[in-house]
């Protein structure tokens, strides 16, 4: 089972911060949270990880709680193209997906 | 760099037929794969974890006589669909990672299957 929380569904206006939170209670030491985004009939695509720190690259800003329990994604600047599922999975071993959250970008 | 590719991309075969599908890892040595299905409207189900060198460990209730796994070199692994039936028709997705433990996984871009 996966091992995170996170709303069904969220909506955002084009150009503005999409800030996609995610509850990992029962994390462990060792397990990183990663964050990957699933547009219809593809493969997931790899948006971002971190352990401990806070993360960003061209993509996105992953900013994770100090007791760790908690993260959120954040989408600086988002676009029609953001438009996606969102799964936030807790990964050392093996890598189990949970409902993720639906981000519809509006205009 | 780190490119996935899955084939075939679609297949459509008859019920009692078996189905091969191929998971390489194009630009880097693959030590851990992943195998997943999706139906629709629903998350990614782990079929199995696949490690260079060992047997697939099958997650539970998933048949390992009937969704055969080889992870036959470092850029390549199979997953063979036996004795199909329309209930295995899915979205079928490899990810493939250069180490182990918590190292990136990266996702192909998933083989729809259609069982007649």
């Known amino acids: 089972d996966a091992k995170t929380t996170q709303p069904p569904s969220m909506d955002c206006a084009e150009g503005r911060a999409a800030n996609l939170p995610c509850n990992h209670s029962t994390i462990s030491g060792n397990e990183y949270v990663y964050w990957y985004r699933q547009i219809h009939s593809q493969g997931p695509q790899y948006i971002i990880h971190?352990?401990?720190n806070n993360e960003t690259n061209e993509m996105a800003s992953l900013i994770i709680t100090e007791d760790r329990k908690s993260s959120t994604l954040i989408l600086p600047h988002a676009t029609l193209r953001d438009t996606a599922v969102y799964y936030c999975i807790v990964f050392y071993l093996d890598m189990r997906f949970g409902a993720g959250t639906r981000l519809t970008v509006k205009p | 760099g780190a490119v996935v590719s899955q084939h075939p991309s679609r297949v459509i075969c008859k019920s009692g037929t078996s189905v091969k599908i191929e998971c390489r890892s194009l630009d880097f040595q693959a030590t851990t794969m992943f195998w997943y299905r999706q139906f629709p409207k629903q998350s990614l189900m782990l079929m199995a974890t696949s490690n260079e060198g060992s047997k697939a460990t099958y997650e539970q209730g998933v048949e390992k006589d009937k969704f055969l796994i080889n992870h036959a070199s470092l850029t390549l692994s199979t997953l063979t669909v036996t004795s199909a039936h329309p209930e295995d028709s899915s979205f079928y997705i490899c990810s493939a990672g250069p180490g182990q433990g918590a190292d990136t996984q990266y996702f192909g871009p998933g083989t729809r299957l259609t069982v007649l």
């Open positions: 971190g352990l401990k």
